[in-house]
């Protein structure tokens, strides 16, 4: 039987606000990748791919839907304006 603290903290973890706390923190990490691409690659196909990775990591973590959700956007905001941003910064399309 668990004890009352870690009970505590496991709803904890479950709240909204938990979740945007964590979110945030995702988004902040994936966008250190995205500095270390822009800054670290020189522009081209191989900077591109790697944007494009970069995209389907965000993708497959923040469950983006593959149609467009504009109920799923007003919800995600912060993280369709990240990966609209990465998207932005490919130039090879």
């Known amino acids: 039987m668990r004890k009352l603290g870690e009970w505590l903290s496991l709803t904890w973890l479950l709240t909204p606000r938990y979740g945007r706390w964590a979110k945030t923190k995702?988004?902040?990490?994936?966008?250190?990748?995205?500095?270390?691409?822009?800054?670290?690659?020189?522009?081209?196909?191989?900077?591109?791919?790697?944007?494009?990775k970069l995209m389907d990591r965000i993708a497959m973590q923040f469950d983006i839907p593959p149609v467009h959700d504009p109920e799923w956007e007003k919800q995600n905001r912060s993280v369709i304006a990240f990966y609209r941003k990465v998207a932005e910064s490919?130039?090879?399309?």
């Open 90 to 93: 490919r130039t090879n399309l």
């Open 26 to 52: 995702r988004i902040a990490k994936m966008h250190k990748q995205y500095e270390e691409i822009l800054h670290g690659m020189p522009p081209g196909i191989e900077q591109d791919m790697a944007f494009s």
